[in-house]
């Protein structure tokens, strides 16, 4: 309906005024409240200033001869909004249309663009936590939203694998593994001390036995610790449905020469200069509150340099746009980099960043102790055990990601309406069950025969929340955030249940029965198209 309205206003347009310009930027949208028309426009007021004339005046041209039966009333409203009233028949013509063309929920606002979506990224020295997991459920529901209007999408895990972190990890792992030889250990503060280190010891011992006693290979340790912690990552990415197109590691960056080359290309734009013995980037005269390091004194790399390469690195391998999903500990970073990128030449517009807020726990209404002293903490894996992937997934999307999200537990695992999933899931199976019930009275599912006369007021309310999906999908798109899909989902399958609380569906009347039974089938797809986008079964039965 959206869409018509808009090549009908665009039409009424430009045969109204003559030798005008039509204004791509201009809002046609759901009103704030149902008494102001099923869509509103603020056409007028964008023309205003091309015509040189005052918005209302504008309105009252454009409304007064509008010959069409879509709509039931036009009305002008504030400054010169123009609210559009659809009419009954025009629902009815719309709906009807759309069963027998069989219209594409979803938009093509990609236009074959690429995009890469770097997320999760946890340094492979531990399992992932809760906080990498709502990461993981925004990326890959965002990476999903855009395959599905019409982006060519690249999901993209990096790999911190260079770097004092390294050191620190082989050392752990070879202090445990001299502890299970015998020998007394002193873990520092920079050692990472959770029992996930003990097990990998003890796997590198099965493996080698005492063969590096007091022989401490680094590159040996690292690697097999790297290896065996990311193959644990992967896992249980796998586990929660998230999947990724390319790990990059970070080391290839200086194996490769990129970061070289990147450090030449910065001394010839001369973005360098040397103080103390390090290697600094000009980032003040680019926005930044002071000057970065990109090489220390002992002729180590900083992160950020190695990040600068890697965004460069991006940008070289031909995508229209990358997206990176950070925690919300790296709020300060962005603006460094986008300085980055501006000084190299790059268009800081190709980059957004979503910034990932922490997660707590809940269990009977009391916060749950997230880690220990010993190091231990809540992981991933532990959550998806408790309350399974679908209700992890569907939580950690539903509100937005710059908010601080309270995950009950209790209620993730209830089977009731009070938990969300539940809800929309229950509504999915009920749809389902019903269907399967018309199949069996004779209804051929896939050619139903449809009587646009016989659909009631509350019937189209229904449609016009499914059409709301369109809209939905598009903000979602534009805004980079999911979030809006659940909540979503929730009100559709609200308008669902009422519906199915107050109307019988499977009626004696043939053509009533059919008329409802292709309502459901309706919901029943954007209910599976939603839940599919945000990584969530849609099940048959329940």
């Known amino acids: 309906m959206r869409e018509l309205l808009k090549t009908q206003l665009k039409k009424q347009v430009l045969e109204t005024f003559k030798d005008i310009d039509f204004p791509a930027q201009f809002k046609l949208e759901d009103p704030p409240k149902k008494e102001m028309g099923d869509y509103s426009t603020n056409i007028a007021m964008v023309l205003s200033g091309q015509l040189k004339m005052r918005p209302r005046d504008i309105a009252t041209q454009l409304t007064k001869e509008w010959n069409t039966n879509l709509f039931k009333k036009i009305e002008i409203a504030g400054p010169g909004f123009i609210n559009f009233f659809i009419s009954e028949d025009g629902w009815q013509d719309f709906i009807e249309e759309i069963i027998k063309n069989k219209r594409n929920l979803f938009l093509n606002m990609g236009k074959g663009q690429n995009i890469n979506i770097e997320f999760v990224s946890a340094n492979p020295t531990g399992p992932l936590h809760i906080g990498h997991g709502r990461g993981a459920a925004v990326g890959a529901s965002l990476s999903s939203l855009l395959t599905k209007t019409g982006f060519n999408v690249i999901n993209e895990y990096y790999i911190n694998d260079a770097g004092n972190q390294m050191k620190n990890l082989a050392e752990s792992l070879y202090l445990r593994y001299m502890e299970l030889l015998g020998e007394k250990i002193t873990l520092e503060k920079d050692h990472y001390k959770g029992e996930y280190i ?201 509100r937005r990601s710059d ?21 929309v899931q229950y509504a999915h199976a009920r749809i389902a069950s019903i269907l399967r019930l018309a199949k069996k009275d004779g209804i051929n599912l896939e050619n139903i025969e449809f009587n646009k006369k016989l659909i009631k007021k509350n019937e189209i309310e229904i449609i016009k929340k499914l059409l709301q999906f369109k809209t939905v999908l598009e903000i979602s798109v534009r805004e980079l955030s999911p979030h809006r899909i659940p909540f979503y989902l929730i009100e559709l399958a609200r308008e669902f249940h009422q519906y199915y609380n107050n109307t019988k569906i499977l009626v004696d009347d043939l053509a009533t029965r059919q008329v409802r039974v292709t309502i459901l089938i309706l919901i029943k797809k954007v209910i599976a198209e939603g839940l599919e986008i945000i990584g969530v079964n849609a099940p048959e039965k329940m």
């Open 198 to 398: 003990i097990n990998t010891a003890k796997r590198f011992r099965s493996k080698f036995g005492d063969k590096y006693k007091d022989n401490f290979e680094v590159e040996l340790f690292k690697n097999y610790a790297v290896e065996e912690i990311l193959n644990g990552i992967k896992k249980d990415l796998n586990y929660f449905r998230v999947n990724f197109d390319k790990w990059f590691s970070e080391k290839t960056l200086y194996e490769d020469g990129v970061v070289k080359n990147t450090l030449d290309f910065l001394n010839s734009k001369n973005l360098t200069y040397k103080k103390d013995g390090a290697v600094w980037f000009k980032a003040e005269q680019y926005g930044d509150e002071k000057d970065r390091v990109l090489i220390r004194s002992n002729g180590e790399p900083t992160y950020f340099f190695g990040d600068i390469s890697y965004h460069k690195n991006k940008i070289q391998r031909g995508f229209d746009k990358i997206i990176n999903i950070w925690g919300a500990d790296h709020h300060g970073y962005e603006a460094r980099l986008r300085g980055v990128l501006k000084a190299i030449g790059i268009d800081e517009k190709k980059m957004s960043v979503i910034f990932i807020q922490l997660v707590s726990l809940i269990r009977e209404s009391k916060p749950v102790a997230m880690s220990t002293r010993s190091g231990e903490f809540i992981t991933l894996k532990d959550v998806l055990d408790e309350v399974g992937v679908d209700a992890t997934r569907f939580f950690f999307v539903m």
């Open 403 to 423: 908010s601080h999200l309270d995950f009950d537990l209790d209620l993730a695992k209830k089977e009731s309406s009070e938990n969300p999933v539940f809800y």
